[in-house]
C-alpha cells in the first residue's frame, strides 16, 4: 500500500527554525478531536500556539502542516521539565527544546485507538520520515522506543497523550519487522554519550528494583544491547513505571 501527503501547511501554520538541529526522534500524538477540528485549528490564523508537522486521520489520511526542515511548536515544554525528565532522548539533548530535534504526528481520536486504516498510514509515515531524514541528513532513526515515543514521555502535562489505548507494542513489533532482521539482533551503534543515558536509564530502573536483572544494566555498559532488546525493556519499564502512578 501507497500512499501520498497531501501539504496542507499555509503561512498561518505556527513553525520555526531548527537552528541547526537535525529531526531524530518522532513523537506521536492524539488530536482528542473530529479531523475537522484538527484540520481547521492547525491552518487557523487565530491558532498562534500550535501545530504539528504531520496529521494522520481514521481513514488513513496523512497530511503535513509544517515541512520536517521547520520544527512544529508540538511538544511545549518548560526547561525546568526537560533537564527533569526520564526519557533518555530528552536527556541526551542536554535541556533542548525537543521540538528542535523531532517531527510530530497527530492522529485522529480521543484515546489512542486507531483504526486499522490509521494504524497502516501511520506505520507508513514513521517510515517515510526515517527515510526522508536519512536522505536529507544522513542520520538513521531507528524507529525503536528509543526514538519513536509519545507526548507523555515529552510532557508531564500531557499524560493521556497519545492516550491509554495508543497501540505501542504492535507499532514497535511492526517498525522493526520491515526493518532488516540482522538490524535487529546487533548491538544499536549510538554515541558514547547515547550509551551512558541508557546505562543510566536502566541502572535507576534496577535500583529502583523496577527491573530485578542486572544483566540488562551490564548489557548497556558493554554497549551490547540490540534494539530489539531495548525495545522489549523500555516498554517494560514504562509500562511498570505507569501502573505505580496509577
Ligand atoms: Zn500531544
Redesign the pocket.
Known amino acids: 500500500m501507497s500512499y501520498t501527503i497531501k501539504f496542507v501547511g499555509n503561512e498561518h501554520t505556527n513553525s520555526s527554525k531548527r537552528d541547526g538541529n537535525v529531526p531524530c526522534l518522532i513523537?506521536?500524538?492524539?488530536s482528542a478531536g473530529s479531523w475537522s477540528s484538527l484540520l481547521s485549528w492547525f491552518t487557523t490564523p487565530n491558532n498562534t500556539v500550535s501545530s504539528s508537522t504531520f496529521g494522520v486521520s481514521k481513514k488513513g489520511e496523512i497530511v503535513q502542516f509544517v515541512d520536517m526542515e521547520r520544527m512544529a511548536w508540538?511538544?511545549g515544554i518548560d526547561a525546568l521539565d526537560i533537564t527533569s525528565s526520564k526519557t533518555p532522548i530528552v536527556q541526551e539533548h542536554k535541556g533542548i527544546n525537543p521540538n528542535k530535534y523531532s517531527v510530530?504526528i497527530?492522529h485522529e481520536g480521543t484515546d489512542g485507538n486507531l483504526t486499522e486504516e490509521q494504524f497502516q498510514a501511520t506505520l507508513w509515515l514513521h517510515k517515510y520520515i526515517r527515510d526522508y531524514v536519512k536522505e536529507k541528513w544522513g542520520i538513521t532513526i531507528q524507529l525503536t522506543q528509543y526514538d519513536v515515543i509519545?507526548?507523555?514521555q515529552v510532557?508531564p502535562y500531557?499524560p493521556m497523550?497519545?492516550g491509554k489505548y495508543f497501540p505501542w507494542e504492535r507499532l514497535y513489533s511492526e517498525l522493526q519487522e520491515k526493518n532488516d532482521e540482522d538490524d535487529e539482533n546487533m548491538a544499536m551503534s549510538l554515541s558514547n554519550d547515547a550509551w551512558e543515558r541508557i546505562d543510566m536509564f536502566l541502572g535507576n530502573a534496577y535500583n529502583e528494583k523496577i527491573i530485578l536483572d542486572w544483566d540488562w544494566v551490564q548489557k548497556a555498559r558493554d554497549k551490547k544491547l540490540t534494539s530489539a532488546e531495548f525495545t522489549y525493556i523500555q516498554m517494560i519499564i514504562n509500562e511498570r513505571r505507569k501502573g505505580e502512578k496509577i
Not at 513523537?27 to 492524539?30: A, E, K, L, M, S
Open positions: 513523537v506521536d500524538h492524539i508540538a511538544n510530530s497527530e509519545g507526548h507523555y510532557s500531557k497523550c497519545p
